[in-house]
């Protein structure tokens, strides 16, 4: 199914039978990938007296409870609510689903202090003069084995705060990474990255949202996509999410 889009004055081709997804799958296993040190998910039946909610012991359906953390299990959208004081839920938020988009790759710099960030001046490079709504970062080395990273205590890739605030000039709204947060793990709370995109509390983006833990698959080429950003309504700072992508031709 071939659909034209006409955007901000300009034409795009997509094929809806092509979609590619970028979300993790999240499922029980201790293999699937998690941060904060967060317990995996747990999907249980509801046990009611003689009745259990599992057709493989006995019951009419499969009826079960679900527990997670939607920070850190797996693909997850969130609102400036997780770092306000202020009660923010991103089904509130959240209210265009198609966004210009643009994948990235970086091979993460390592500075001074050990830790490998993606800064200003590589996102300049990358961009060459794009300016998407919405941008999807790649992280090298970009192996299979991120669907099932264990990340606590790894301090992984972030952005530094000087690259937030470039892509803020450039008009990102929706900024999408491979990794648990745009953020240092351990930044004693700081939350610069975050703080800096939704401009809080000075001028609160509310409209801006944050993805982490996606997936981009190593056959996917950089490059100008049309993005369908899907949400739980979840009445809640974040939600799981399914970030779809469509190539443009």
Not at 193 to 198: K, L, T, V
């Amino acid at each position: 199914m071939i659909a034209s889009i006409f955007h901000k004055g300009k034409q795009y081709k997509i094929d809806f039978y092509q979609p590619i997804d970028i979300s993790m799958p999240l499922h029980s296993s201790e293999n699937c990938a998690s941060a904060w040190y967060v317990e995996p998910m747990k999907i249980e039946p509801v046990v009611n007296g003689a009745w259990i909610g599992d057709v493989n012991q006995g019951g009419s359906v499969n009826f079960r409870n679900i527990t997670f953390n939607p920070h850190g299990n797996g693909t997850h959208t969130e609102c400036v609510g997780h770092i306000s004081k202020e009660y923010i839920s991103i089904n509130q938020c959240l209210k265009q689903f198609m966004f210009l988009s643009e994948i990235v790759t970086f091979l993460p710099t390592q500075i001074e202090n050990g830790d490998f960030v993606i800064t200003k001046k590589q996102m300049e490079m990358a961009l060459k003069g794009i300016k998407p709504e919405a941008i999807i970062i790649r992280t090298l080395s970009n192996g299979l084995n991120k669907l099932s990273m264990q990340y606590s205590n790894t301090n992984p890739t972030y952005l530094l705060e000087e690259t937030i605030h470039f892509l803020n000039e450039i008009g990102v709204q929706h900024l999408l990474i491979d990794m648990p947060s745009i953020d240092r793990e351990n930044d004693e709370g700081k939350l610069l990255g975050h703080h800096a995109f939704w401009n809080y509390p000075n001028n609160t983006q509310f409209h801006k949202t944050i993805t982490e833990f996606i997936y981009v698959p190593n056959e996917i080429p950089d490059g100008t996509y049309i993005l369908n950003l899907q949400i739980a309504s979840f009445e809640n700072d974040a939600s799981p999410s399914k970030p779809i992508l469509y190539k443009v031709f």
